[in-house]
């Protein structure tokens, strides 16, 4: 159990377009996921916390108008990264929140690799 | 916010001998856990340790984790060629936050 799912895996745009890269928990409900990215060969850094039903919360420095979060259920959060540019190019991580004892456990999806022309 | 820190940030060791990483946090936490990433790939959780526990065992592996000095520690024991990944240290921010990550440790288990 708790799986989490993202697509696409791999995407490859051209400069100005807009991608959108969803997550979806596949057997457990996530009132909380969290977007992550990841440039080669360093370590992932949060950039918000997308909530079920309410606004992402952004970390500083991460422009929300540009990456644009909704949750619309318990089970899919989406993020669109707008107007894209090379410096965007990186690695999309997403996490949902499980309760598992007493801890909330993250568990993280494959990641979507973007390219941005 | 705060970040871990792990070192070495490289390691290449035989297969079959025992890899060791280190993570240091800066704040107070709840839990810390630690993650594989095989390359270019997501992440796979491997163990969380409590803010209460000092040593937890898991299979191969084992984590301890020392709050008096803010630092934790993942021993891999009778490496295996698919240990090869990168390996991160993660404490929570608090509540409903995300995940702060170390920059993490790149093993190379040659066989």
């Known amino acids: 159990g708790a799986v989490v799912s993202q697509h696409p895996s791999w995407v490859i745009c051209k400069s100005g377009t807009s991608v959108k890269i969803e997550c979806r928990s596949l057997?457990?409900?996530?009132?909380?996921m969290f977007w992550y990215r990841q440039f080669p060969k360093q370590s992932l850094m949060l950039m918000a916390t997308s909530n079920e039903g309410s606004k992402a919360t952004y970390e500083q420095g991460v422009e929300k108008d540009k990456f644009l979060i909704n949750h619309a259920s318990l089970t899919l959060s989406t993020l669109t990264v707008t107007s894209a540019h090379p410096e965007d190019s990186s690695f999309y991580i997403c996490?949902?929140?499980?309760?598992?004892?007493?801890?909330?456990?993250?568990?993280f999806g494959p990641g979507t690799r973007l390219t941005v022309l | 916010s705060q970040q871990g820190e792990e070192d070495p940030q490289a390691l290449s060791i035989q297969e079959g001998e025992n890899a060791t990483m280190n993570c240091s946090y800066k704040?107070?936490?709840?839990?810390l856990q630690w993650y594989r990433q095989n390359s270019g790939r997501g992440l796979v959780h491997l163990i969380l340790?409590?803010?209460?526990?000092r040593e937890k065992h898991s299979g191969r592996l084992r984590v301890t984790l020392d709050t008096s000095k803010k630092s934790s520690s993942l021993l891999i024991t009778a490496s295996r060629a698919a240990d090869t990944a990168s390996y991160f240290c993660?404490?929570?921010?608090?509540?409903?936050?995300?995940?702060?990550f170390g920059k993490g440790t790149h093993l190379i288990i040659q066989p």
């Open positions: 340790i409590r803010s209460n526990e």
């Open positions: 996490s949902a929140n499980r309760l598992a004892g007493e801890t909330d456990t993250q568990y």
């Open positions: 057997d457990f409900q996530a009132t909380t």
């Open positions: 993660a404490t929570p921010l608090g509540g409903a936050d995300g995940l702060t």
């Open positions: 704040t107070s936490i709840n839990n």
